[in-house]
């Protein structure tokens, strides 16, 4: 089995920055594509920035110029540096990981983790 854990999100004022961590566990024996993933109240989950393959990078045009996502391959780990946070970027982020190991190639996700942007 695979675990993705997030950490990192929590409250903060417009303006500030948080970093958000996805740890990744298990049985693990390539890794194809790593993402965020954010799903706010009443709305629909949004990729919010992916690395595919060796290192190609995707943004949502929203969090563009702000976020940066980033993957240690050593510690099996993604982050997402936000900075000049919006209140419009409140929501549940997840990781999200495309894995291959003995069961096949498939699709994770992490228990998600809130971040709160608010005045």
């Known amino acids: 089995q695979v675990q993705l854990v997030e950490s990192g999100g929590g409250f903060v004022q417009p303006g500030g920055s948080l970093r958000l961590s996805c740890a990744a566990s298990?049985?693990?024996?390539?890794?194809?594509?790593m993402g965020w993933y954010r799903q706010a109240p009443g709305k629909q989950r949004e990729l919010v920035a992916s690395i595919i393959g060796s290192g190609r990078i995707n943004y949502a045009d929203s969090v563009k110029g702000r976020f940066t996502i980033s993957r240690d391959n050593a510690k099996i780990t993604m982050y997402l540096q936000m900075n000049s946070l919006e209140s419009e970027d409140t929501a549940v982020y997840y990781c999200n990981a495309d894995i291959g190991n003995r069961l096949g190639r498939n699709a994770y996700w992490g228990q998600g983790t809130q971040v709160t942007v608010s005045s």
């Open positions: 298990g049985s693990i024996f390539s890794i194809y594509a």
